[in-house]
């Protein structure tokens, strides 16, 4: 079949002499149609919502099947929105993994709220480019303001507010956290030399075997090389030990090399563990090193003053991130990054053309977040995040988070009381780390046949070279039925293979 002519076709629709576009229609929706079709819009949610749990919470579709029903070439007039709207139900929904289920224990959740979508959707529709303090004031200062109250909200040192030499800023992910806190321990390490000149193969940066793997990606990014990343032992609890910090560090100061980074976690991805921060702060403050602290999920469980403990330490650190959008009912993305000394990060990635030049930026009375981060242009991500506190509050909040801990800390005694399973990792929050004592095939077997079910969604780890699998209870919907539900599943599922000799 001959390939259609689209450059044709297109030009049918304009002016016959002046090839201009057709009067006769505007192309753009109108207000009535976007009130009539918004309203659509947000009941097509609120349905989704509602009718959430009857979907397999993980897509069944094979690699290629979503593409295969979409047409191979785009539309040349354009499409109803009752058309489009078929589409999503018909095409889309069956390519979701339903993340916003709650029978979904996988990874951390990537949660949302009503609050947080409408707050995305008025920011959508108010399209601000929030570059600059001058291109939209209230962008910035709701996001400074905001960040000031999580400091409180989460009991986090003094420094990291905007009243001092610090600050928070808002981040699209913990990655992208933890790459400029990367770039600006470079910079300090250097005196900003770097920068000029590129790095010379002597920085070296420190990270757990435990953490993040956005530390290596971050490494390669700002040019230190993935050589020069050290791998620290981890104890038995799976958090960073001091001691080995200690011990490499002074190894490659020994050889030549220029320590300048090291990555904490408060909560690792991979069992929740938490490093010691205290003892890895006194390090970093007596070697001159910066230290970044990720608190991606866990940090907010410091909602509560009773799981501030996470936190003890960070007056030692330089740098602090974690995720409203994993378990502050925040959708993606949302993560805040805070610096103890926002001069350092400034300079480090501040360029100032001409064509951005204007008079507040010139007297230095005000944030220009482009400064912070990476890319120029920046969405007003904290509308969405003023929504959620605004209308939880931290009593709301706080609820949520003891309700998921509770529920978590259930499933951990019903593991421990258990005959045939057994927990792998300590379970200080929401995160629980186990395993059938059938061994890794069979736990194996146990992850895929629960999954394929599609009544839950769990994923797995390596902890002492041993398959282990993990339910992270977080989700927003997420309540005892689900848990109670989500342990039976897999108690039955699993005498089943037992029964049937599955390894």
């Known amino acids: 079949m001959p390939k259609r002519d689209l450059t044709s076709e297109v030009q049918r629709g304009l002016g016959p002499r002046e090839g201009k576009v057709s009067e006769k229609k505007n192309y753009h929706m109108s207000m009535d149609e976007f009130r009539h079709y918004g309203r659509s819009v947000v009941d097509w949610i609120a349905d989704y919502y509602e009718k959430i749990e009857s979907f397999p919470v993980l897509s069944r579709v094979e690699p290629g099947q979503i593409r295969d029903l979409l047409p191979s070439e785009p539309p ?18 069956q390519g979701l993994t339903h993340w916003q289920s709650p029978n979904f224990f996988a990874y951390f959740p990537a949660n949302s709220s009503g609050p947080a979508i409408l707050g995305e959707l008025l920011a959508a529709g108010l399209g601000v480019q929030g570059m600059l303090w001058s291109t939209s004031p209230a962008c910035t200062e709701l996001e400074t303001h905001v960040l000031d109250w999580l400091v409180d909200m989460l009991g986090l040192p003094e420094k990291f507010t905007s009243k001092t030499a610090g600050g928070g800023v808002i981040q699209d992910s913990a990655s ?9 321990a470079r910079e300090r390490a250097t005196n900003h030399d770097t920068n000029a000149h590129g790095c010379d193969g002597r920085l070296v940066a420190y990270a757990s075997s435990q953490t993040h793997s956005s530390i290596e990606k971050a490494v390669k990014i700002a040019g230190l090389g993935a050589r020069n990343l050290r791998i620290i032992d981890v104890d038995d609890t ?13 190894e490659d100061r020994q050889a030549g090399r220029l320590p300048c980074f090291v990555c904490a976690t408060a909560g690792t991805t991979s069992s929740n563990a938490l490093d010691p921060l205290p003892e890895i702060g006194r390090i970093c403050r007596e070697e001159g090193i ?39 009912f925040t959708n ?23 064509y951005l ?44 988070i003891r309700r998921h801990v509770e529920l978590a800390q259930r499933f951990a005694g ?38 394929q079910s599609g009544t839950l969604f769990l994923t797995h780890t390596i902890l002492n070279d041993k398959f282990v699998l993990r339910i992270c209870i977080g989700q927003t919907n997420t309540g005892e039925r689900h848990v109670l539900q989500a342990w039976k599943t897999i108690v039955e599922t699993a005498e089943g293979l037992t029964k049937t000799g599955s390894t």
């Open 76 to 93: 040349i007039n354009g499409d109803s929105f009752e058309s489009i709207l078929k589409d999503v139900d018909d095409i889309i929904v």
């Open 176 to 184: 992208s956290a933890a790459l400029c806190a990367l770039l600006a």
């Open 238 to 250: 799976f958090a960073m030990s001091s001691d080995a910090l200690a011990r490499q560090i002074t």
């Open 290 to 328: 910066w230290l970044h602290v990720d608190g991606a999920m866990s940090g907010t469980a410091a909602l509560c003053p009773e799981y501030r403990y996470i936190h003890d330490g960070m007056e030692l650190a330089d740098s602090y991130c974690f995720n409203p959008h994993k378990w502050m």
């Open 332 to 354: 993606f993305d949302c993560d805040c990054f805070y610096v103890a000394d926002r001069k350092v990060l400034i300079q480090t990635l501040s360029i100032l053309p001409e």
């Open 357 to 400: 030049r204007n008079k507040a930026t010139d007297q230095g009375a005000v944030f220009d977040y482009r400064d912070w981060h990476v890319p120029l242009g920046r969405r007003f991500r904290a509308l969405k995040l003023w929504f959620v506190l605004r209308y939880y509050g931290v009593n709301g909040l706080q609820h949520h």
């Open 414 to 451: 019903w593991v421990k009381r258990s005959e045939d399973f057994e927990l792998m990792a300590p379970a200080p929050l929401n995160l629980i780390c186990f395993r059938h004592k059938n061994g890794d095939s069979f736990n194996q077997n146990l992850l895929d046949t629960l999954n």
